[in-house]
């Protein structure tokens, strides 16, 4: 009838069989950590966001690496013109130069007279111009091909600044990725530290159940001997039903819990039931003063870094830009003719002067994000010193409460004690002493669900300071 609380008063020898278990304990639970850790899949997709950020980044300087492209086209001609008519004005103007040519002989042959005497002969020669004609050409077939190079050499100083942005974007969603990471530990230690509230539930009501036994055993002699009444041993059964009901319940919770533990770990539920948890509170944790190392403050400091990058970047719209280009052009048409390769190189320089207010705009907005990025970081700088305040006394209460309910547990067992002697010398009621037994069955639940909450506030307290990582956790 006598209970002694061995997890908190320790002999030697227990003492160290309690500090192995612990130290098991631990390594089991970092090694469900670490699968979680692996294979969750926000964690993965966070790590894919900045490895693509990264590839932006090269993307941003490839734009001074030359770009090369090679160009070739086939077209063709064809041309078959007929029966143009000629003009009256042009037949008109071959009669009169042959009047006119006839007229003017005379006058030509006084001045010479050679010249004269063959202009009959010229007129007679000169061609007559026909009323109509016919044109027709060969079909053509025209080839070409070049390559040509380009080259950014000045942008404005856009992809400087656009490349440091991007640094500070991968910074921030590496430290999001921790963010994550924390997230997981977080929940893998809560749905391990209630399995452990449910063995030490279970071992509570084991223990009551083992009193209750001898109870009833003792209650069967008495009403055989007519010391109790059957109302008395019924009230002892009954009780011993109330626990049936509250096995079941921790049978179903612990199956859910099991069930979580296996999704978020891939572990079996089968074999991280066969691991027996031990609810231990946590010592003192050891932690930062300040919230400055949380994920969470340093993503948004180097969001706001980034942003003030991509202000920066905005400027490129007043600057020049400058390229260098090359080209060679080879072409071949057919039957006509073919042209030598061309070949040009140089340097062209645009500066837009005005754009529409576009450039003036894109700086506003960017300002805009700015000063967004600046006040979410002062947001949450005040909301998670708060937080952090709340869990440094969440966890200090919760502490100083474990110390009272031992203490209350060692009482309750020396009123079980007392109670159960009263019982058997029928100084008290069966009532008396069922009231003994669920008392020391409710105050042993008490001490263990707040365990369970002190090393929540544990959790939280590391989580508050940025040092929620595989390494800290008890």
Do not use: C
């Not at 490349?163 to 999001?176: G, P, T, V």
Request: hydrophobic share 40%; glycine share 6%.
């Amino acid at each position: 009838m006598v209970f002694s609380i061995t997890l908190w008063v320790p002999s030697k020898a227990q003492s160290i069989n309690t500090e192995a278990q612990q130290t098991q304990d631990r390594a089991y639970l970092q090694d469900l950590i670490s699968k979680a850790l692996h294979q969750n899949r926000e964690v993965q997709n966070l790590q894919l966001g900045y490895h693509k950020t990264e590839i932006q980044k090269k993307m941003a300087w490839g734009t001074f690496i030359p770009k090369v492209s090679l160009n070739g086209g086939y077209a063709y001609a064809g041309l078959n013109v007929h029966d143009i008519q000629t003009p009256q004005s042009i037949l008109g103007m071959g009669q009169n130069l042959g009047g006119m040519l006839g007229g003017l002989a005379p006058v030509i042959a006084a001045g010479n007279p050679a010249l004269g005497a063959m202009l009959p002969e010229l007129i007679g020669k000169l061609p007559e111009i026909p009323s109509s004609f016919g044109l027709t050409s060969n079909d053509m077939n025209i080839w070409n091909a070049g390559i040509s190079a380009k080259m950014v050499l000045f942008s404005g100083l856009k992809v400087t600044y656009l490349s440091k942005a991007l640094d500070h974007k991968i910074a921030a969603e590496r430290l999001m990725v921790k963010r994550q990471e924390g997230q997981v530990i977080k929940e893998v230690t809560d749905y391990y530290d209630k399995l452990g509230l449910i063995s030490a539930s279970e071992q509570v009501l084991n223990d009551a159940r083992k009193l209750l036994d001898k109870e009833k055993t003792r209650a069967q002699k008495a009403k055989a001997n007519g010391l109790i009444t059957r109302y008395d041993l019924q009230k002892i059964e009954i009780a011993s039903l109330d626990l049936d009901t509250k096995d079941i319940e921790l049978s179903g919770n612990k199956q859910l819990v099991l069930t979580r533990l296996e999704q978020l770990t891939g572990e079996p539920a089968e074999a991280i039931a066969m691991h027996h948890v031990v609810l231990t509170p946590w010592v003192q944790v050891s932690t930062g003063n300040d919230i400055n190392h949380r994920p969470e403050v340093a993503a948004l400091k180097e969001s706001v870094a980034a942003r003030s990058y991509q202000q920066k970047a905005t400027i490129s719209g007043y600057l020049p830009k400058a390229m260098a280009f090359g080209t060679s052009q080879y072409i071949n048409m057919k039957d006509m003719a073919v042209v030598d390769p061309a070949s040009m190189v140089g340097v062209a320089v645009t500066w837009e002067i005005f754009d529409g207010f576009h450039t003036a705009h894109e700086r506003q907005i960017a300002k805009i994000d700015h000063t967004i990025a600046v006040n979410k970081l002062e947001d949450a700088t005040s909301l998670l010193a708060l937080s952090l305040e709340k869990t440094k006394v969440d966890f200090q209460v919760n502490s100083s409460k474990i110390a009272v309910l031992q203490q209350k547990v060692e009482k309750a067992n020396l009123g079980l004690e007392i109670r159960s002697k009263e019982y058997a010398e029928g100084l008290a009621t069966v009532n008396q002493l069922l009231e003994a037994i669920t008392d020391l069955q409710q105050t042993k639940m008490a001490l263990n669900k707040v365990i369970y909450d002190q090393r929540r506030a544990g959790v939280s307290l590391l989580e508050a300071t940025g040092d929620l990582q595989l390494e800290n956790i008890q």
